[in-house]
Structure formats: C-alpha cells, structure tokens
C-alpha cells in the first residue's frame, strides 16, 4: 500500500515520543498548524462514519478490496458493534473512522468533519483530539509503568498538560488498579493491561474511542469488565464507542450491531 495513505496510529505516535530522549517530548507533536476542526455545515448529522467507501490494496492481480462502497453512519453517545468473519473489512473499516487509512473512493466523516480531503497534519490532529483507540494486544510499552503509559497518552493529546501524572493516577484508580500504577505490563495480568490500555486511550477525553478486537485475548471475568468499561463511556461520559469484535459478549452492551462480510455489509441490527 503507498505509504501516504496508512498514516501512523496513535500508538506509534507515542513509540515516537517514547523513543526519544527519556520521555518527555512534547516537541515531537506537530502542531505549527492549527487546523480547522470547526463542523462543515450541511454535514452535522454525520458524526462519524463513512459514505460509499471503497479501499483496495495492491495491483494487477495482486489487488484486495476490503471494501466495497461501504456505507455506515454511527450516532453520537452510542455504542456500536461492528462483526464478520475474519478478512471481512472490519480493521479496514475501523482504519477509516480513526483517521489512519483514507478510501480509494468515498467519504469518512469524524465528528462532523469530512476528514479524507484534509492534510496529514489535519488528520494527525483530529486523531489526537478526538479519537482513542484499544486494540487486542494493548500495545502497551513494556519498559515504562502503568501510570506512565497512561500518563503518556496525555502527553500525546496535550504536551502543555503539567497534571499528567495526576490525570494518570485518578483513571488507574477509576479502572481499580490505582495500588499497580508503578508496575511495568509484564507484571499485570491480562485483563489489567487491557484496563490500562483504555486509561491510556481515554487519557485526554476524547468523545470518540474505537476498539479493535478489545476482549479477544481476555477470559470471562476480564472480558466482561472491559465491555462494562466501554459501555460506561457511553453512558456516563457521552462518548461514541465502535467495537470490532467476533466476541458475542458484545452484543449485549452494543446499541447496535454491523455485520460486514467480504468487504459490504450484510446485515444493520437495531439501525440507529
Ligand atoms: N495493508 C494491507 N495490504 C494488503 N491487504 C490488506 C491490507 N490490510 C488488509 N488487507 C486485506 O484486506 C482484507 C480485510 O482485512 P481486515 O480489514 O484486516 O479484515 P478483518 O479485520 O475483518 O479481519 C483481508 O483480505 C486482508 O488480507
Ligand atoms: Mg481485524
């Protein structure tokens, strides 16, 4: 795929904070230009999705087309579930909504704003202000602890924020897992690495939070916590959380569910 189109995630944003020089690199977040975040007008009822989207992959005999001329709007303050079998199109997709991957064709919308036509720079911002992400294998830094991985998603969104590691503490302690701050993800069990993943995507309160596969590598107990977690999200703090998942533990906590298959969508539950 020709690298200007997959920009880099939030994750590999803070891989490059991280790298440098011993964990304090505001700097490294580009803001000279300030872009325009402000709603279009004539697009306010499209929160966050996309509209006939298509995206391949490769040429010639070698082209993959995830999707194809997908279309799907999710509604402010809701939590929805989007499943299908595996090569269906589902990161493809969640790829789109955060700002990571722009469509050959068609339109992606991220908190009212039509973000494929804008620069790198504007979508890199938009990612920072607006959208968390938790992925299934947490992505996590393993040499720093929980309170600074978290504490780094603040850095990222904010590099003024002096109150970091405050911040950091309050979400560990609201996720239970305020006496393991110091500890480093080796020593947490897998469902806390998951919690700290969330802290650390929520860091900064953004009203978007997508999740890719988030309960795949967790138990019973630990999957149902997170579902519980993001589920929260919505209904206390307002916020538009977009799960991928195969896990149909899900679709009692999702208001709404997609089901893609070989790149289109095969079925709306409950359409919004
Ligand atoms: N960067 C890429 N380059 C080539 N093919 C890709 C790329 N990303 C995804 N694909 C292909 O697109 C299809 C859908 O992938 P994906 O969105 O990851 O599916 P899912 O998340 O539902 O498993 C798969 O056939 C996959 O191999
Ligand atoms: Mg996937």
Known sequence: ??????????????????????????????????P?????????????????????FGEGGARVCPLR?????????????????????????????GCLLSPDQGSV????????????????????????????????????SAIDNVALGFELRDP???????MAQELLD???????????????????RQRVAVARALAGDPPILLADEPTASLDAQAGRNICQILRNQVDEYGRTVVVVSHDPRWREFADRTITLCDGEIEQKENDL
């Open 69 to 97: 001329g997908v279309s799907v709007m999710f509604k402010r303050g809701t939590l929805s579930l989007v499943m299908g079998p595996s090569g269906s199109g589902k990161t493809t997709l969640l790829s789109m909504l």
């Open 160 to 166: 003024k924020q002096s109150q970091r590691l405050e």
């Open 1 to 34: 795929m020709p690298k200007s189109r997959l920009t880099n995630t939030v994750c590999e944003d803070a891989s490059e904070l991280a790298s440098r020089s011993h964990y304090s690199a505001a700097s490294a977040v580009k803001t000279e230009v300030e």
């Open 109 to 144: 919308f991220v908190d009212d704003v039509l973000v494929n036509q804008l620069s790198e720079t504007e979508k890199t911002a938009i990612r920072q202000k607006k959208i968390g992400f938790v992925f299934q294998a947490f992505r996590l830094f393993h040499s720093l």
């Open 174 to 192: 609201k996720f239970g897992l305020g006496d393991k701050s110091h500890q480093e993800p080796n020593e947490l069990s897998p469902g806390e």
């Open 36 to 56: 325009d975040l402000s709603v279009h007008e004539g697009t306010s009822s499209r929160f966050l999705g996309v509209e006939r989207a298509t995206v391949s």
